[in-house]
């Protein structure tokens, strides 16, 4: 079992950046795809990004390719989500999810594990 926090949330300006964390408990971490999913009020969870055990494997959602980078240290049991270009529209809670095994890295089905997610605001 894994027990993830995220951290690095907050107010930004439009065409800012941030640098959100996860913090995960447990000595597997490595063992461990990781993803990240946003939610914003009102709608689905959406998909960001996902990356595999070493960083050698990145996937990301169509909504944030090119914008948002994900990055994992295992050393800091951490995975990183970049953010760049944020739009209005990015502002949402984001989560960082984690599987043993997935087939389905961009559904919220392929998780078994889930922190308590962390607010990220833009303003135009």
């Known amino acids: 079992q894994v027990q993830l926090v995220e951290s690095g949330g907050g107010l930004v300006q439009a065409g800012g950046s941030l640098r959100l964390s996860c913090a995960a408990s447990g000595r597997t971490f490595s063992a461990y795809r990781m993803g990240w999913f946003r939610q914003a009020p009102g709608k689905e969870r959406e998909f960001l990004a996902a990356i595999n055990w070493n960083g050698g494997w990145t996937y990301y959602g169509d909504s944030v390719k090119g914008r948002f980078t994900v990055s994992r240290d295992n050393v800091k049991n951490t995975v990183y989500l970049q953010m760049n270009s944020l739009k209005p529209e990015d502002a949402a809670v984001y989560y960082c999810?984690?599987?043993?095994?997935?087939?389905?890295?961009?559904?919220?089905?392929?998780?078994?594990?889930w922190g308590q997610g962390t607010q990220v605001t833009v303003s135009s």
């Open positions: 999810a984690a599987a043993l095994v997935t087939t389905i890295p961009g559904s919220v089905r392929g998780y078994d594990y």
